[in-house]
C-alpha cells in the first residue's frame, strides 16, 4: 500500500503565498507521474499542477505564473509553491500520484490520492 499525506494548508490572505508538501510513503518502487488537484464547493475536482518523473511540468491557464510545481524524488515528495493567491483558488487540494509497487516482486501500477489539505484565500 501507498499512502499520500498533505500538508503546508491554511488561511491566507489575498496576493499572498503557500507552499503545500504531499509526502509519499509504503511499498513504492517508483513514483511517476504527480499531480495536484483542487475540489471546491459544488464544483468538479480540477488539476492544478502536474509533474513527471523527469521534472517536465504542466499548468492550467487558471494558475500558469502564480504556481509551481517541483518535487524531491529522493524523499518521495511533491510541492506546490502557490503566489499571488486569489479568492478563487480556496479549495482542498489533494495530491495524486502513479506509483509503481513490487508485489511478490511483480511491478504492478497503481493510482493513490491523498487526503487533502484545505488552502482558504480571504481578507
Known amino acids: 500500500q501507498v499512502q499520500l499525506v498533505e500538508s503546508g494548508g491554511g488561511l491566507v490572505q489575498p496576493g499572498g503565498s503557500l507552499r503545500l508538501s504531499c509526502a509519499a510513503s509504503?511499498?513504492?518502487?517508483?513514483?511517476?507521474?504527480m499531480g495536484w488537484y483542487r475540489q471546491a464547493p459544488g464544483k468538479q475536482r480540477e488539476l492544478v499542477a502536474s509533474?513527471?518523473?523527469?521534472?517536465?511540468?504542466n499548468y492550467p491557464d487558471s494558475v500558469k505564473g502564480r504556481f509551481t510545481v517541483s518535487r524531491d524524488n529522493a524523499k518521495n515528495t511533491m510541492y506546490l509553491q502557490m503566489n499571488s493567491l486569489k479568492p478563487e483558488d480556496t479549495a482542498v487540494y489533494l495530491c495524486?500520484?502513479?506509483?509503481?509497487?513490487?508485489?511478490?516482486?511483480?511491478?504492478?501500477?497503481?493510482?493513490?490520492w491523498g487526503r487533502g489539505t484545505q488552502v482558504t484565500v480571504s481578507s
Open positions: 509504503g511499498s513504492i518502487f517508483s513514483l511517476n507521474n
Open positions: 495524486h500520484a502513479s506509483v509503481t509497487s513490487l508485489v511478490i516482486g511483480v511491478p504492478r501500477l497503481g493510482d493513490y
Open positions: 509533474i513527471t518523473s523527469g521534472g517536465a511540468t
